[in-house]
């Protein structure tokens, strides 16, 4: 589709479903099982953080929004692969395009910011241990919150509005969704403004989150060689999950950016969609994995809960 404006296009092609084929199915029901699977890991752990008052504390008020962020992210995604899957024809309506990547930029967002915050309140937690309850009260950790969600909304909405003024001289996508650089590569109109705003954009995102990051380690590094054998333990316990959940969140975001900027064709197309992908599967599923199997209160939490399910049920059929 050639001159054409955002007002009068109406769709896009999404070109790297050409290789799906008679696999289709195999995809959906791998997509489909991902799909259940994140949301009922996600959902449960919000549930048993909300239900049990002994969870109500800074750090899993933390993770309950780390947990909404992934059932965020993966509604913004899964269904939409679901229907492009079993699809003939792969065209998404430009309006439902930028929603999209309004919400899996705000997804990303929000993820290394949720993750920039649950740091410093490790910093906290662990380098201050008599203070913790008075310097993080409820109050801050629902406006740290607040923040987290309002910052990432507003910045990509200003991305959007940059977005929809451009005159875009084509309608073919090469990805498995929308992705914002791609869809400013279609115009033909003026993309300056985009492009200082889109480096702009990025470079914030990446050190807004890291340097309170960096901070807060460095801060927990130092108590760690100072302190005592407990202290040390109490740091390895929490800062792992949160530690691996960064590096995996970061390694996918770095692909996906390079993958957008870069030419990659000498990498495997399968390779690259699958890597494409990595970002808002793996993270959804692997968050849910590790806290719940390393945070001993969701984990005990979650066994008492099975027992009495199960006396309950035993009690049921005597």
Not at 83 to 95: E, F, G, K, N, R
């Amino acid at each position: 589709m050639v001159n054409s404006t955002l007002s009068t296009l109406s769709y896009f092609i999404l070109e790297a479903y050409m290789i799906v084929g008679s696999l289709k199915y195999l995809y959906f029901m791998i997509t489909a099982m991902l799909f259940f699977v994140i949301m009922f890991a996600n959902t449960s752990l919000i549930v048993i953080i909300c239900m049990n008052r002994s969870l109500h504390e800074p750090m899993y008020i933390f993770l309950c929004s780390l947990f909404v962020n992934e059932l965020y992210g993966s509604t913004g995604l899964f269904p939409f692969l679901l229907i492009q899957i079993l699809s003939d024809i792969h065209t998404v309506p430009a309006s439902f395009c930028f929603l999209q990547i309004f919400c899996l930029y705000t997804y990303v967002n929000v993820e290394f910011c949720n993750l920039a915050v649950m740091s410093y309140d490790r910093y906290l937690a662990i380098c201050y241990p008599l203070q913790y309850n008075t310097r993080m009260t409820f109050n801050k950790v629902f406006i740290l919150i607040i923040l987290v969600w309002l910052y990432s909304f507003i910045k990509f909405l200003i991305t959007l509005s940059l977005n929809i003024r451009l005159t875009l001289c084509g309608n073919v996508i090469n990805s498995l969704y929308c992705r914002n650089y791609l869809v400013v590569k279609l115009a033909c109109s003026d993309t300056k403004v985009n492009n200082i705003y889109g480096l702009f954009a990025t470079v914030v995102s990446i050190f807004v989150p890291l340097l309170p990051i960096l901070f807060s380690y460095m801060k927990i590094l130092k108590i760690c060689f100072s302190g005592s054998r407990q202290t040390r333990q109490k740091a390895v316990s929490t800062c792992t999950p949160h530690l691996v959940s960064l590096i995996n969140f970061s390694f996918g975001c770095v692909f996906e950016i390079v993958q957008s900027r870069f030419d990659m064709s000498s990498v495997p197309s399968v390779l690259r969609i699958i890597l494409s992908l990595y970002f808002v599967i793996l993270q959804p599923l692997l968050n849910p994995i590790m806290y719940g199997m390393q945070m001993s209160k969701i984990r005990n939490t979650c066994k008492n809960l099975c027992f009495y399910k199960m006396s309950t049920g035993h009690r049921d059929t005597v």
